[in-house]
């Protein structure tokens, strides 16, 4: 009889698209997944596909026809899958989707605009991947007069609390001393980092907008809505991340901690 063929749980959970494989690896950790009945903590169990894997309750089927969307986000919701106090996620936006979605990557509580959700593995873990960032352009509004050198100081790049930022591209869109509008793309994806930037540089960001990922924008969108990628979209934004993998363009910051 040909033998059950079997791989590490955290590649099995991201090829039925739950999530990407990194997180897979933090639910695992969190004692969030259970084999056949049982906890499982500890990394690299072997399952198999008659193995029954569930997540915070919740049944992992077979692997759904991929689907990904982008998404509006307005200001307030969580761009987490899971919360254990209950406020509004992204995810509530979806229910009519007959889908487990997974958003990709995160934004602030408080920032507004593009975000990804997909079932499908390989894109959650190509745009997440440090080494395979996309491009993601934002509105920073701030108060007080922006600088031209400060500008040219952020495109530069700025030395954070977890190290430099790499070069980066920055427009004064409004200027006065009240307040100013800036639009900074980046392609890395620390934790806060655009509001980081700037208050590096003595300015304290009152509102941030992501208006677009990669070339997809929010065109057409309301705050709240979303739209389903095609399957051209899915599979650039792919080769996108791909080519940025196969340079190795990874951030100094994680450069030097490895
Ligand atoms: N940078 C931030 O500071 N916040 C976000 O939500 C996204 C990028």
Redesign the pocket.
Known sequence: MEEEKKERLQKVIAQKGFCSRRKAEELIEQGKVKVNGDIVTKMGMLVSLKDCIEIDGVLLKEKEVPCSFLFYKPKGVLSTAFDDRGRKTVLDYFREEPIRLYPAG???QD?TGALILTNDGELSELITHPSSHLEKT?IATMKGNFSHSDKIQLEKGLLLEDGRTSPCKAKILEQNERQSKVEITIHEGRK?????MFDALGYK?MD?H?SSIGFLTLQGLKEGEYRLLTNEEVSKIKELCKARKAKNVIPEYRRKSK
Do not use: A
């Not at 806060?192 to 980081?196: A, D, N, P």
């Open positions: 995160r934004l602030d920032t934002y806060r980092q655009v509001k980081r960001v941030l992501r």
